[in-house]
C-alpha cells in the first residue's frame, strides 16, 4: 500500500512538472513573441512614377516565424496590370536591428482571374536574404537600407 501511494505521489508529481514545463514553454513562446518586434503586419506605398504604376506592400510577420508578403500593384498608365504577387517564406531576427529571410513559394494573384504560380523573374529566389531595420516610433519602421517608411496595421 505504502509503495502504491509513493508510486501515485511520484506520478502526480511527474504530470505536474510536465504541466509546468508546458506552461513554460507557452510562456516563453509567448515572450519571444513580445520580444520580436516585427510580429504584426505592416505597410508601405509607393506612388506611381515614370518608372512604373502605384504600389503597396503589406508583410505579415507571424511569432513562429514565417511571413507573407503582398505586393498589391495599381493600373498601369494602359489602366491594365492591377493586382498582387504573394510571397510566403521564413524569416529570424539576427539582431535587435535586422531579421534574415527566404522566400518559399510566390503567386501571382492578377485581378479576376484565380492565382497561379509566380512567372515574375525574383532576384536571389529563395536565397537567404538579411534585412536592417530600425523602430523610428510607436508602430513605426525604417528599411535601413533602402530608407522606406513601415506603417504597423497591427
Known sequence: MERLLKQGVATRRAGL???????????????????????????????????????????????????????????????????????????????????AYREMSAMDCASGVPCSPSQMPIPNFGTPKTVGFRMTGPGTMTNADDGSVWFRLR
Open 17 to 99: 512538472l510536465a504541466v509546468a514545463a508546458g506552461i513554460g514553454c507557452l510562456l516563453a513562446g509567448s515572450l519571444a513573441a513580445q520580444d520580436n518586434p516585427l510580429v504584426g503586419v505592416w505597410r508601405h506605398t509607393e506612388p506611381a512614377s515614370p518608372s512604373g504604376p502605384a504600389y503597396m506592400v503589406v508583410v505579415a510577420f507571424a511569432p513562429d516565424g514565417t511571413y507573407e508578403e503582398r505586393m498589391i500593384v495599381g493600373t498601369n498608365a494602359q489602366g491594365t496590370g492591377s493586382g498582387a504577387l504573394v510571397i510566403r517564406g521564413q524569416y529570424r531576427l539576427t539582431s535587435p536591428s535586422s531579421y
